[in-house]
């Protein structure tokens, strides 16, 4: 069991954007949970959080919380639905890493989130079956990004295979198609003598994600990467908030007809020019006996600073 705790704990350390989603995830749900238990101690609504947080399937209410567009795909209400969530983000995520760069994990997550989004909002306001609940429903949960991430590397290695429990190898795109199709599968249910659709808008959600998985990986295979504009302005949204360097000091070296010149600065400057060649030659000659390993990590940033003039 400390095994088990001891990888947790490192896969977090590591601070990939992998283990930053999972984190968010967790963390909104938890945050969530205090929130709603301080809310029922004072008799308040228990909800506040969750419906900032919620994607509305309505276009007015969307358009007034437009930040539900993405906040939505980090928000779990219900233990099982972020467990699973979070543990198929966590093995599908691992193998998309495989093959592509964690900025590509990013964007293609934010991308299947849109997706589920559109769909879900398009399915509630196009199909006479939700008019009567268009006002007053909601999605949340990460699984379209997830599902977007499970079809891109499914169908970009359609033969991996991989290890289930109770049934071996079974290539990685039966499972793509199995995880999509069991909850359409599962949606129709007969209550009362009518036919109801359960879960309706979180599968039509799953459609959308899965879509944006194929299109990702049909075209990557066709040299074209579908993550690369989001991920040019995801850098340019993140890039406002950088703390920018501070300019650095203008230095001018003057001969002796300059303005201000001195005898004593040019000495100066040529000393220190000589210290730091023969610091350069001493770094180079250790190297040349012991190897580069050996140097310390201030003779290394000396070597580098000096290969950039």
Same mark, same amino acid.
């Given at each position: 069991?400390?095994?088990?705790?001891?990888?947790?704990?490192?896969?977090?350390?590591?601070?990939?954007?992998?283990?930053?989603?999972?984190?968010?995830?967790?963390?909104?749900? %938890?945050?969530? #949970?205090?929130?709603?238990?301080?809310? &029922?101690? /004072?008799? =308040?609504?228990?909800?506040? $959080? !969750?419906?900032?947080?919620?994607?509305?399937?309505?276009?007015?209410?969307?358009?007034?919380?437009?930040?539900?567009?993405?906040?939505?795909?980090?928000?779990?209400?219900?233990?099982?639905?972020?467990?699973?969530?979070?543990?198929?983000?966590?093995?599908?995520?691992?193998?998309?890493?495989?093959?592509?760069?964690?900025?590509?994990?990013?964007?293609?997550?934010?991308?299947?989130?849109?997706?589920?989004?559109?769909?879900?909002?398009?399915?509630?306001?196009?199909?006479?079956?939700?008019?009567?609940?268009?006002?007053?429903?909601?999605?949340?949960?990460?699984?379209?990004?997830?599902?977007?991430?499970?079809?891109?590397?499914?169908?970009?290695?359609?033969?991996?295979?991989?290890?289930?429990? %109770?049934?071996? #190898?079974?290539?990685?795109?039966?499972? &793509?198609? /199995?995880? =999509?199709?069991?909850?359409? $599968? !599962?949606?129709?249910?007969?209550?009362?003598?009518?036919?109801?659709?359960?879960?309706?808008?979180?599968?039509?959600?799953?459609?959308?994600?899965?879509?944006?998985?194929?299109?990702?990986?049909?075209?990557?295979?066709?040299?074209?990467?579908?993550?690369?504009?989001?991920?040019?302005?995801?850098?340019?949204?993140?890039?406002?908030?950088?703390?920018?360097?501070?300019?650095?000091?203008?230095?001018?070296?003057?001969?002796?007809?300059?303005?201000?010149?001195?005898?004593?600065?040019?000495?100066?400057?040529?000393?220190?020019?000589?210290?730091?060649?023969?610091?350069?030659?001493?770094?180079?000659?250790?190297?040349?006996?012991?190897?580069?390993?050996?140097?310390?990590?201030?003779?290394?940033?000396?070597?580098?600073?000096?290969?950039?003039?």
């Amino acid at each position: 069991m400390s095994g088990f705790f001891s990888k947790i704990e490192s896969f977090f350390k590591h601070k990939s954007i992998l283990s930053n989603l999972i984190a968010i995830n967790v963390i909104v749900f %938890l945050l969530m #949970k205090f929130l709603a238990v301080v809310a &029922a101690l /004072f008799k =308040l609504d228990s909800n506040v $959080l !969750l419906n900032i947080l919620q994607l509305p399937a309505d276009f007015n209410q969307m358009a007034v919380h437009a930040w539900t567009l993405i906040t939505y795909m980090f928000t779990h209400y219900d233990f099982w639905h972020i467990l699973f969530n979070m543990l198929w983000l966590y093995w599908f995520g691992q193998m998309f890493l495989l093959f592509f760069n964690p900025r590509q994990l990013g964007g293609l997550y934010i991308l299947g989130g849109l997706a589920g989004a559109l769909f879900f909002i398009l399915a509630y306001n196009i199909f006479p079956y939700f008019e009567n609940g268009v006002f007053h429903s909601y999605l949340i949960g990460a699984s379209a990004s997830v599902m977007a991430i499970v079809f891109g590397v499914a169908f970009y290695k359609k033969d991996l295979e991989i290890n289930l429990l %109770l049934f071996g #190898k079974i290539k990685i795109i039966y499972v &793509a198609f /199995f995880s =999509l199709f069991i909850g359409l $599968l !599962l949606m129709p249910k007969k209550e009362e003598g009518q036919m109801v659709l359960i879960n309706a808008g979180g599968n039509f959600a799953h459609i959308g994600g899965a879509i944006v998985g194929f299109c990702f990986a049909y075209y990557y295979n066709k040299g074209k990467d579908i993550t690369s504009p989001l991920i040019w302005l995801m850098d340019r949204f993140f890039n406002l908030f950088k703390k920018r360097p501070a300019r650095k000091m203008k230095v001018v070296y003057k001969n002796e007809k300059s303005p201000g010149y001195s005898r004593k600065s040019d000495y100066d400057y040529n000393t220190r020019k000589n210290q730091e060649s023969a610091e350069i030659d001493r770094i180079l000659e250790k190297i040349k006996k012991s190897g580069y390993n050996c140097l310390t990590g201030e003779e290394k940033k000396k070597l580098f600073d000096a290969s950039n003039k």
